[in-house]
């Protein structure tokens, strides 16, 4: 059982990064996925989420910038980051719970975003 979150890098400000996390051992389908963050310095912090059901919530700071969706059939689940800025700086990582729990089961190693000029 494993998550595998990618595509993080180097962008400057303004610009965008797609970030995926692809389950492998188990269906991600059934499972409510997260995306959180930890920028240095700072605790760890919830991102964007969908649920089995394809609804979806947004912390404050990405809302409008962020969107996470999923792919079903690549057993997998998306964060589209646009509109990226210095304080979106952080090592970003995801986690799937089962539907209708608190307690994320499985997490990904993360992948580092760094948005500088």
């Known amino acids: 059982v494993q998550l595998q979150a990618s595509g993080g890098g180097l962008v400057q400000p303004g610009g965008s990064l797609r970030l995926s996390c692809e389950a492998s051992?188990?269906?991600?389908?059934?499972?409510?996925v997260g995306w959180f963050r930890r920028a240095p310095g700072k605790e760890r912090e919830f991102v964007a989420g969908?649920?089995?059901?394809?609804?979806?919530s947004y912390a404050d700071a990405v809302k409008d910038r962020f969107t996470i969706s999923r792919d079903n059939a690549q057993n997998t689940v998306y964060l589209q980051m646009n509109s990226l800025n210095v304080e979106d700086t952080a090592v970003y990582y995801c986690?799937?719970?089962?539907?209708?729990?608190?307690?994320?089961?499985?997490w990904g190693h993360g992948t580092q975003v760094t948005v500088s000029s």
């Open positions: 051992g188990f269906t991600l389908k059934y499972y409510a």
């Open positions: 986690a799937a719970k089962r539907a209708g729990t608190t307690n994320y089961l499985y």
């Open positions: 969908i649920d089995k059901w394809w609804s979806t």
